[in-house]
Structures are given as structure tokens and as C-alpha cells.
């Protein structure tokens, strides 16, 4: 599968084991090239682009969203507040435990070990009990949008704090236009099933997978972290400090750019105001130009590189 191309942005498929490919792309992140969507931004995306680019919306992804299981007990552990790109505290370190040195255990990380269960906890973590909810089977419309494990992780505001909700017509655009599609493009009336492992007293970890369309869109936590057939999505952005030209670029505008088609317009130009304001700042700053024109004659030549390289850095903070 060829990465897929929106603009001023690629979704690249990264296809094998969970555990191989996690590593790789939290290291990718690190650096500032782009993110790992979480289930709401994937499905938000498919929904979105299905006219021009369908291809999202009919493969699965394995996401950032992670599941994590012990008795009756599910941790939703959302990624992102709404509005950043930042990876919260506990999903960096769930997904810093996808790798191919854990001993898996009920095919996901072993969360019995080391305190890993209590550490995934406070800022953007969930607990919901399984009772009440309805699991490992297709869902109607109407049992979706009232579905507390799937609306906790597409972000909606009566299940979760307001720095990692979405709005409420948002998360109603997802559910009813994949319904939309699911019913023009197969047929169906049930869709978006929630499923998760077997009832284990074992603590478990893994990442959430948005299903295929055709398939039902269903999203599952069930799938083994060391199986062949994952595939993380990732949102690439470009390089963290050059771009294709090897031209300097500006790493706020670019992860801006990562939130295109995930979050609110209003959200995306406020935070496009922000940057603007420090544009302005920046340009009633001194370059490094302007202040060795006045330091110059006190400096050796031969330090003249080193001294514009201290300035250079000061003044790009």
C-alpha cells in the first residue's frame, strides 16, 4: 500500500508487527517529522476525505488510542489534548512499551510488572467498567452514538475533560457519516462494534485498531501486538528542522498543519492567531546581523564564526 497523499501532508502505512514498528515511530516523533493519529483523528479523516481519497477510510490502522485491560476493568488512554500534537505522559510511556523486547503476555504488554497498570493514570487516561457496555458485536446507529467506550475515545465532552474534548457535532459527524458510507457503499446497518480481549485477570496493554469500512469500521483491541499484519498509520509532516529544499522551517507551523481536518476550524485559526502575534514579535527583534554591527569591532576575526553562532542561537529562541 502506497502512502496516501492530503494536502500538505502524507498518511504513511506502516505494515508489520506492532511491536517493530511502534519504536521506529516514536523515534520519528521525537524528532518532530509527524505523529501517529489517534482513533478519533483517523476516523475523522476517512469520514472526511472519502470523495477524494478513500483508501483512509477503507483499510484499518492501528492507532495511537491505547487499550489497556485487567479484569472488568478498561483504561481508555487518549494521546493528545485537543489542539496538540504533544503525546501525554502515559500514552508516550504505553507506547514506549510496544516493542520487541517485552515478553508478551495474552498477546499485548504485560502491565503486571514494574507498577505499569497504576502508572498509566491521570491526564488523558479513562477507566470504564465492561458492564453495560455493548461489546464484540456490531452496533446500530443509535446504540453508537450512546456508546460510552467509543464516545470516550473519539473525545466526546460528556465523557471526557474539556482539554481532550472534541465538540459534540464533531463526534456526530464520525459516527453518523461512517453509518452514511457503511450504508451507501454495503449496505449495512450495524456497524462500529467495540471489541476487546477475553475477561483476563491479567493486566494488558495494546493499541486500538479503526477497521475497514467494508468490514464494518469496527474498532479492536484484540488483535496481538506481535502479529505480522499491523499497520500503524503515521502522519508525516516533513522534516523537524529543514524541508525538501533543505530550507529552514518553522516546527509550530508545520504540527499546525498535522491538526488540518482533525480538529475544529475555530481551534485551528486561534491557534494560527497565536502564531501570527509572534511572528509580529519576532520581526521587532534584532537579527544577529544588527547586533554584531554593533559588538563587531570589539571581536577578534578569527571568533567573528563562533560569536555569530551564540547570537544565532539567543536570537532564534
Same mark, same amino acid.
Given at each position: 500500500?502506497?502512502?496516501?497523499?492530503?494536502?500538505?501532508?502524507?498518511?504513511?502505512?506502516?505494515?508489520?508487527?506492532?511491536?517493530?514498528?511502534?519504536?521506529?515511530?516514536?523515534? #520519528?516523533?521525537?524528532?518532530?517529522?509527524?505523529?501517529?493519529?489517534?482513533?478519533?483523528?483517523?476516523?475523522?479523516?476517512?469520514?472526511?476525505?472519502?470523495?477524494?481519497?478513500?483508501?483512509?477510510?477503507?483499510?484499518?490502522?492501528?492507532?495511537?488510542?491505547?487499550?489497556?485491560?485487567?479484569?472488568?476493568?478498561?483504561?481508555?488512554?487518549?494521546?493528545?489534548?485537543?489542539?496538540?500534537?504533544?503525546?501525554?505522559?502515559?500514552?508516550? /510511556?504505553?507506547?514506549?512499551?510496544?516493542?520487541?523486547?517485552?515478553?508478551?503476555?495474552?498477546?499485548?504488554?504485560?502491565?503486571?510488572?514494574?507498577?505499569?497498570?497504576?502508572?498509566?493514570?491521570?491526564?488523558?487516561?479513562?477507566?470504564?467498567?465492561?458492564?453495560?457496555?455493548?461489546?464484540?458485536?456490531?452496533?446500530?446507529?443509535?446504540?453508537?452514538?450512546?456508546?460510552? %467506550? %467509543?464516545?470516550?475515545?473519539?473525545?466526546?465532552?460528556?465523557?471526557?475533560?474539556?482539554?481532550?474534548?472534541?465538540?459534540?457535532?464533531?463526534?456526530?459527524?464520525?459516527?453518523?457519516?461512517? /453509518?452514511?458510507?457503511?450504508?451507501?457503499?454495503?449496505?449495512?446497518?450495524?456497524?462500529?462494534?467495540?471489541?476487546?480481549?477475553?475477561?483476563?485477570?491479567?493486566?494488558?496493554?495494546?493499541?486500538?485498531?479503526?477497521?475497514?469500512?467494508?468490514?464494518?469500521?469496527?474498532?479492536?483491541?484484540?488483535?496481538?501486538?506481535?502479529?505480522?499484519?499491523? #499497520?500503524?498509520? /503515521?502522519?508525516?509532516?516533513?522534516?523537524?528542522?529543514?524541508?525538501?529544499?533543505?530550507?529552514?522551517?518553522?516546527?509550530?507551523?508545520?504540527?499546525?498543519?498535522?491538526?488540518?481536518?482533525?480538529?475544529?476550524?475555530?481551534?485551528?485559526?486561534?491557534?494560527?492567531?497565536?502564531?501570527?502575534?509572534?511572528?509580529?514579535? #519576532?520581526?521587532?527583534?534584532?537579527?544577529?546581523?544588527?547586533?554584531?554591527?554593533?559588538?563587531?569591532?570589539?571581536?577578534?576575526?578569527?571568533?567573528?564564526?563562533?560569536?555569530?553562532?551564540?547570537?544565532?542561537?539567543?536570537?532564534?529562541?
Amino acid at each position: 500500500m502506497e502512502n496516501i497523499q492530503l494536502e500538505g501532508r502524507t498518511i504513511e502505512p506502516h505494515y508489520g508487527r506492532n511491536v517493530d514498528k511502534a519504536p521506529a515511530l516514536l523515534a #520519528r516523533y521525537d524528532k518532530g517529522e509527524g505523529v501517529i493519529p489517534s482513533e478519533a483523528d483517523i476516523r475523522l479523516l476517512g469520514v472526511r476525505n472519502f470523495g477524494n481519497v478513500p483508501e483512509i477510510a477503507n483499510n484499518y490502522w492501528d492507532t495511537s488510542t491505547l487499550s489497556a485491560t485487567k479484569g472488568k476493568a478498561v483504561k481508555v488512554i487518549l494521546p493528545y489534548e485537543t489542539g496538540s500534537r504533544e503525546l501525554t505522559e502515559s500514552a508516550r /510511556f504505553g507506547l514506549g512499551l510496544i516493542n520487541p523486547n517485552e515478553d508478551l503476555v495474552n498477546y499485548g504488554v504485560n502491565l503486571d510488572v514494574d507498577g505499569r497498570w497504576e502508572k498509566l493514570d491521570g491526564n488523558g487516561v479513562y477507566t470504564l467498567q465492561r458492564k453495560g457496555l455493548v461489546l464484540n458485536e456490531d452496533l446500530t446507529e443509535e446504540q453508537a452514538m450512546k456508546h460510552k %467506550l %467509543l464516545l470516550t475515545k473519539l473525545g466526546h465532552p460528556d465523557h471526557v475533560d474539556g482539554k481532550f474534548a472534541r465538540s459534540k457535532d464533531e463526534v456526530a459527524e464520525i459516527i453518523g457519516k461512517t /453509518f452514511e458510507l457503511g450504508k451507501s457503499e454495503h449496505g449495512y446497518d450495524t456497524m462500529m462494534g467495540q471489541y476487546l480481549p477475553d475477561v483476563s485477570d491479567k493486566g494488558v496493554l495494546k493499541a486500538w485498531c479503526v477497521g475497514r469500512l467494508d468490514d464494518g469500521a469496527g474498532s479492536d483491541a484484540g488483535d496481538g501486538l506481535g502479529n505480522g499484519n499491523g #499497520r500503524f498509520a /503515521f502522519d508525516s509532516v516533513g522534516d523537524a528542522k529543514t524541508n525538501a529544499e533543505g530550507v529552514d522551517v518553522d516546527k509550530a507551523r508545520v504540527q499546525l498543519q498535522s491538526l488540518e481536518g482533525m480538529s475544529q476550524t475555530g481551534q485551528i485559526d486561534q491557534i494560527g492567531s497565536a502564531l501570527d502575534e509572534r511572528d509580529q514579535l #519576532r520581526q521587532k527583534l534584532l537579527t544577529t546581523d544588527q547586533i554584531y554591527s554593533v559588538i563587531g569591532d570589539y571581536v577578534a576575526s578569527a571568533n567573528e564564526s563562533e560569536v555569530r553562532k551564540v547570537i544565532d542561537k539567543l536570537t532564534s529562541q
